[in-house]
């Protein structure tokens, strides 16, 4: 069941949001060579604690870390480490904050260093999608219209759509309703109506969108090794549209 939220519980979730915001807009100048995700991990969390949130994923389900870092083929859920990030890489960080009881949640993905055309592009298609995503979520418009909007513009450039992981409500719960995949067709779906708060997150692939995950359990990479990006937002639906909670 789709819980609809009103202007003082969509005002909650947008400072819980704004926390996550202030981590990206934090580490996105300081991602350079040699930069490891442990230390992202830590000025993830420092941020989170310092505005009186929690880091959400600490804990959950067994997660051991703040912060999902995942580099190159990994579609999500890695682990942050010593690793240093070299010239070239893509690495995306994923993170929640509960604030009063209350979720944001972003992913963004960042180039390190120079990067090659195709790495170029394979991020500017993701970020595309993600803008393409947002602006059919409109209220009397259906999930499939946001859904279809992402797959056309991901296929139509040679990338691949991630299936298996899924975008979802949120609120006082991380996975509330509705769970979808970012592919769909126009038209079809759940109805969007005001009140709906749900993240958009495109995981779009160099190659196949198939998947496998690492015997950690939770390391989800592509199935032939091929670079992955995603960007996340979480965004309500007002009268007048859709509004970018977590916006940096």
């Not at 990206?24 to 442990?38: E, F, S, Y």
């Amino acid at each position: 069941m789709v819980i609809l939220k009103n202007k003082h519980e969509i005002e909650s979730i947008r400072k819980a949001c704004q926390v996550v915001a202030e981590c990206h807009r934090t580490i996105a100048p300081l991602i350079q060579p040699g930069i490891t995700t442990n230390e992202i991990e830590r000025i993830f969390e420092d941020i989170i604690l310092k505005h009186g949130a929690k880091p959400y994923t600490k804990g959950y389900k067994g997660y051991a870390y703040a912060t999902c870092a995942s580099i190159n083929d990994v579609i999500a859920h890695g682990f942050p480490s010593d690793t240093p990030l070299k010239e070239g890489d893509i690495v995306t960080i994923d993170t929640v904050a509960e604030l009063d009881g209350w979720l944001g949640d972003s992913a963004w993905s960042y180039a390190v260093g120079n990067i090659s055309p195709t790495v170029d592009q394979l991020l500017r298609i993701t970020k595309e999608c993600l803008e393409l995503g947002i602006a059919q979520a409109q209220p009397g418009n259906r999930l499939g219209d946001v859904t279809s909007a992402i797959q056309r513009h991901a296929e139509s450039n040679g990338f691949g759509v991630v299936r298996d992981l899924l975008a979802h409500g949120i609120g006082r719960d991380l996975h509330e309703d509705p769970n979808y995949e970012h592919v769909g067709n126009p038209g079809k779906g759940l109805r969007i109506k005001e009140g709906m708060v749900f993240t958009i997150e495109p995981m779009i692939t160099e190659g196949t969108y198939q998947m496998t995950i690492d015997a950690d359990g939770w390391t989800a990479r592509t199935r032939d090794g091929k670079l992955a990006a995603q960007y996340e937002h979480t965004i309500a639906i007002t009268s007048e549209g859709p509004q970018i909670l977590t916006a940096q």
